[in-house]
Nanobody, 125 residues
Framework: QVHLEESGGGLVQAGGSLTLSCAVS????????MAWFRQAPGKEREFVAR????????YYADSVEGRFTISRDNAKNTMYLQMNSLNPEDTAVYYC??????????????????WGQGTQVTVSS
C-alpha cells in the first residue's frame, strides 16, 4: 500500500492555469501506474489522465486533451497535472490514484488500489 497526498488546488479564473501535485510515500512511485480523476458536485467521478510507471505513456480524457498535461518525477516520488485554459466545467475535487499493475483498464476507477484525499479546484467565470 502506498500513501498519496494531493496539493496545489485553489481558486482560479476561467482561462487560468494551475498545477496539481501528488506526493507518493511508503513505496517508490516508480512501482506504480498513476492517474488523476475528478468529481464535481452531484456528478460521478471521472477519469482525467493516466501516466505509466516510467512516464513514457500518457492517456487523457477527451474533455482535457490539449489543455492538461500529466507528468511524473520518480526521483521526487511525485506526479503532476498541469492544467491550462481552465473553464468552470473543470471545477471539481481532483484525486490522484495509483496501482502496481500496468495492464488494467486505465480509465476505470476500480483499476486503482490507492487514492489520495483530494484537492479542490474551483474555476470562476
Amino acid at each position: 500500500q502506498v500513501h498519496l497526498e494531493e496539493s496545489g488546488g485553489g481558486l482560479v479564473q476561467a482561462g487560468g492555469s494551475l498545477t496539481l501535485s501528488c506526493a507518493v510515500s511508503g513505496r517508490p512511485a516508480s512501482s506504480y501506474s498513476m492517474a488523476w480523476f475528478r468529481q464535481a458536485p452531484g456528478k460521478e467521478r471521472e477519469f482525467v489522465a493516466r501516466i505509466s510507471m516510467t512516464g513514457a505513456m500518457t492517456y487523457y480524457a477527451d474533455s482535457v486533451e490539449g489543455r492538461f498535461t500529466i507528468s511524473r518525477d520518480n526521483a521526487k516520488n511525485t506526479m503532476y497535472l498541469q492544467m491550462n485554459s481552465l473553464n468552470p466545467e473543470d471545477t471539481a475535487v481532483y484525486y490522484c490514484a495509483a496501482t502496481p499493475y500496468y495492464n488494467r483498464i486505465y480509465y476505470r476507477g476500480d483499476s486503482y488500489d490507492d487514492w489520495g484525499q483530494g484537492t479542490q479546484v474551483t474555476v470562476s467565470s
